[in-house]
Nanobody, 124 residues
Framework: QVQLVESGGGLVQAGGSLRLSCAAS????????VAWFRQAPGKEREFVAAVSWLGSPYYADSLKGRFTISRDSAKKTVYLQMNSLKPEDTAVYYC??????????????????WGQGTQVTVSS
């Protein structure tokens, strides 16, 4: 079993930056793909970014250039650096992890483990 805990959310003004962290415990996290999703009130969950177990990043097209995903395997932590934040980035951000599978896709998973989420609020 892998437990995921997100942190780093908060309130920031438009144009500002935040760095989210997803810390893992248990399991073989270093062998898993890890992704960030977000969900705004009244909207469906949205894929943000993913990093493979080898460290290759993948981003939602609309977020390329502003968000950067990275992982520190020694610390069992995945980061999401968010720059030039906009009010429309306001959402609860979740990290998710899962082992590589033949049927896997970055945007759809499947992801076996999810964190509890961290709130990001961007004021205009």
């Amino acid at each position: 079993q892998v437990q995921l805990v997100e942190s780093g959310g908060g309130l920031v003004q438009a144009g500002g930056s935040l760095r989210l962290s997803c810390a893992a415990s248990g399991g073989t996290f270093t062998m898993y793909h890890v992704a960030w999703f977000r969900q705004a009130p009244g909207k469906e969950r949205e894929f943000v970014a993913a990093v493979s177990w080898l460290g290759s990043p993948y981003y939602a097209d609309s977020l390329k250039g502003r968000f950067t995903i990275s992982r520190d395997s020694a610390k069992k932590t995945v980061y999401l650096q968010m720059n030039s934040l906009k009010p429309e980035d306001t959402a609860v951000y979740y990290c998710a992890a899962g082992p590589p599978r033949p049927s896997y896709s970055y945007t759809l998973g499947p992801y076996d483990y999810w964190g509890q989420g961290t709130q990001v609020t961007v004021s205009s």
